[in-house]
């Protein structure tokens, strides 16, 4: 059985593996889509597939949407090569149930793969006629926290994105450029309406994304790139829209074990990869069950009926409550405060650590006791309901294999979001954070994580994050083992605003992370004890 058009017109075999198919057609929804495009998503590794792609193949099951989605990669664009093409698009999705039950479907509404390219002129081309088309209505993204930074943590402009201010729309190599881009040439074409939607992991989203949008934009009309009137053109929100959105589903990377089992039911060549960009990818994605969108409904050019496929559509100030509830209180900063604590006390899967007893106390701290009571309820959703999941069902969910590392990557990203909101409203309501206790344990456990040497003293490699050269090299000269080798070397990170949204010391921090990062300096078994000393 080969996942492809040709593979899946076998319907026994299929049914046979107790894998289900689509009941519409990929190959010829692929062709309308090409034909008529009217959704495109930017970023379309694992969680895309399985959830924004469940979603699009729902409304397709259901008669409620005749077109497929454009599928853009602006920045590993082995997953084209390597996921996209030999499988004709199609995606395998693996739900992983607390039980121990597995669901297993393919997937048919990613229509087409573009590798998006300036210095490629078909690929160029071929993006600009799906955003120039009439009828285009949105485009998605999820790129992580990451993709719509300009500015590193000094407050300087990227190299890639220096050069794309100074180069102009043709020759764009960063997701912003590109996107940036692509809306002149929609603007050139006649002005038409379009809806830009983020789904990242990232606090009030659709605003970073404009924010971005915009600055791009400004730039080149100063440098003469394009004129008043596109910049006028992205400034009204009646015509090009950023809506804000939160979205909730754990998407570990794809596991060897769900790879083998698809095989042994005959599904072949479903082995993961690791691309040159170090994205960890395979025909399947294997996810858990559960999962949350809320989108703030503002379609200029109209939309799919996504409410019909489980999505909450709502006004901003609901998905601005809905994305704090979860980002900055019930399930983020659990991950964030947990996952390097594990990497530290060797539980490689995260489900593991859930049953740490001292890791448990953190994850009650950190959601329960210092979240909740500082996060809005959002009306649509129950935040004690959530968290009581989050914790008892969704994290002890050990079939999902997740891993600890994956928890780790790009935290310098989110931290800002993920602890500095919760800090930020302990201080508007006391004036001062210094009673906290759960935030700062993780934060010094993030950073003593950075050290690479684990609570028994053994190196690892750590996990992919833009900011680990730079963190690293401002916590040289400590040294595992000798608490004396620490010199202050913390404080320019803790103060730097750009990381925290705080400054630490200024908020009553800063000296309670250096104690607990210096007491688990002190050789092997300390991070166990400070944990114990400050968790109980």
Request: charged residues 25%; negative net charge.
């Amino acid at each position: 059985m080969k996942l492809n058009y040709n593979g899946i017109k076998d319907v026994a075999a299929w049914q046979r593996a107790g894998i289900a198919l689509p009941p519409y057609d990929p190959e010829a929804l692929a062709r309308r889509t090409v034909a008529d495009p009217r959704w495109a998503h930017f970023g379309i590794g694992n969680i895309f597939r399985i959830f924004v792609g469940s979603i699009a193949d729902r409304l397709l099951r259901d008669g409620l949407m005749d077109r497929g989605i454009t599928c853009v990669e602006t920045f590993d664009y082995d997953v084209v090569d390597k996921i996209y093409t030999p499988y004709d698009n199609l995606a395998l999705a693996v739900f992983l149930k607390a039980d121990g039950t597995v669901d297993r479907q393919v997937l048919g509404p990613l229509s087409e793969a573009i590798k998006a390219r300036s210095d490629d002129p078909a690929a160029w081309a071929r993006l600009k006629a799906v955003f120039t088309a009439p009828g285009f209505q949105m485009a998605t993204f999820t790129i992580t926290e990451k993709g719509y930074a300009l500015r590193n943590a000094g407050g300087a402009y990227f190299g890639y994105v220096q050069a794309d201010m100074q180069n102009g729309p043709e020759q764009v190599t960063g997701a912003m450029g590109i996107v940036t881009a692509m809306l002149y040439a929609r603007y050139l074409a006649g002005k038409y309406p379009l809806a830009l939607v983020s789904m990242d992991n990232v606090a009030r989203n659709g605003e970073k994304l404009r924010n971005s949008v915009m600055e791009t934009a400004m730039v080149w009309r100063e440098l003469g790139h394009v004129d008043q009137g596109f910049v006028d053109y992205v400034s009204d929100e009646s015509v090009v829209s950023f809506p804000w959105t939160m979205i909730d589903k754990i998407t570990p990377r794809p596991s060897v074990e769900v790879a083998n089992a698809l095989e042994a039911d005959g599904v072949e060549a479903m082995q993961p990869v690791i691309t040159s960009k170090r994205t960890y990818i395979a025909p399947f994605v294997n996810a858990e069950g559960p999962q949350y969108l809320v989108v703030e409904d503002n379609f200029p050019n109209g939309r799919p009926p996504l409410e019909k496929a489980g999505v909450y559509m709502a006004d901003r100030v609901t998905v601005n409550r809905s994305e704090r509830m979860k980002v900055t209180a019930c399930l983020n900063p659990i991950h964030t405060a947990l996952g390097p604590y594990d990497v530290l006390l060797g539980y490689a899967l995260f489900a593991d650590g859930m049953s740490d007893p001292q890791l448990s106390v953190l994850a009650d701290t950190v959601g329960y006791k210092e979240g909740l009571p500082v996060v809005e309820d959002p009306g649509i959703l129950s935040p004690r309901a959530f968290i009581d999941e989050v914790i008892h069902e969704r994290f002890p969910n050990k079939y999902l294999g997740d891993t600890s590392m994956r928890i780790c990557t790009d935290i310098s990203q989110g931290v800002a979001f993920r602890f500095g909101e919760t800090i930020k409203a302990y201080v508007a309501k006391d004036g001062t954070a210094k009673d906290l206790l759960g935030i700062p344990v993780a934060i010094a456990g993030w950073l003593r994580y950075l050290l690479a040497v684990d609570d028994a003293g053994n190196g690892y490699a750590l996990a992919p994050d833009p900011m680990d050269e730079e963190l690293t090299e401002q916590l040289k000269g400590i040294e595992v083992g000798k608490p004396e080798t620490y010199a202050g070397q913390l404080r320019p990170i803790l103060e730097n605003v750009n990381i925290w949204g705080v400054d630490l010391y200024a908020v009553g921090l800063g000296e309670k992370i250096e104690t607990i990062f210096r007491e688990q300096l002190a050789g092997p078994g300390a991070v166990r004890r400070t944990l114990v000393k400050y968790l109980g």
